[in-house]
Structures are given as C-alpha cells and as structure tokens.
C-alpha cells in the first residue's frame, strides 16, 4: 500500500463554470463576444463569407445587422465558437509576433492536422470541434495545457 500523501493547502479558489444555458449569461456576454468577434476577423483580414461561416453559417443579412448592431443575446453554440476563436486569437499573439499571429490561419499549414491546408478552411470545414483542436493545439504549444 502507498502512503497517504498531503498536498498543501491552496490559495486558488476555483470559480464556477460560467452557465452559458442562461440566458442572463449569454446577455451579458453576447455584446462582448460580437466587438470582440469582428475585431478579430478583421485583424485575421478573414472576408465576410468566411466570418459567416466561423459563426456557423450565418445569413447575409443578419451577419451585416450583427456586426452594425451587436446588441443581441448569441445562442450557446455562437457564443462557443466565439470563445474558442478568441482564444485561439489570445495563444497565437502569445506565440508570436503580431504580424505572424494575425496572418497564421491564412497560412498553408504541415501540421498533421491541417494536411497542407490553412487553419481557418480547417476550423470553417470541421466548426466546434475543429476550433477546439486548434484552440488546444495552441495552448499546448504556449505549455498552458
């Protein structure tokens, strides 16, 4: 039998999950999420079409009338992506330079996971999931895994 181990006490008091499934939730996020959104796509120089697919395959219409007015509640799946994509916009500035890190998912890719590709047709053709695979590809190459 092993011995019982202690580990020391912790400062860190873990904070609870934030409930996307409330619509309280979504409304204080959903503003944030969009600025925060099209700013990115415009840094990443991602055209419309493009954005409009990162959020799921978005219409015409309403992808001009959300980035004109973004006062509106997102659904859980949009505001996930948008996470995702932000911070996947936070590790590749923390990985590289601001020119690289805006022009990276433009960029043709060896990674495995890319086969030759660029990282936005990935995330565009695989969505949740794939922005989570470079989300984590990501954090593991800056160690915050």
Known sequence: MYPAYAYPKSRFQPQKPVDLNARE????????????????AAA??????????????LSSSSYYDWKKNPQRVLEVDR???????????????????????????ALPNKNAIFAGGTPLAYMQAGGLLAM??????????????
């Open 25 to 40: 939730e979504r409304e204080r996020l959903s503003q944030a999420a969009l600025k925060g959104f099209f700013k990115l």
């Open 79 to 105: 505001i996930t992506r948008i996470s995702y994509l932000l911070g996947i916009y936070k590790a590749l500035h923390i990985l590289y330079g601001d020119e690289l890190a805006d022009r990276w998912v």
């Open 44 to 57: 990443w120089s991602v055209r419309d079409d493009d954005a409009r697919e990162l959020l799921g395959g």
């Open 132 to 145: 989570q695979t470079v989300r984590r590809l990501l954090d593991a190459r800056r160690g915050a895994v």
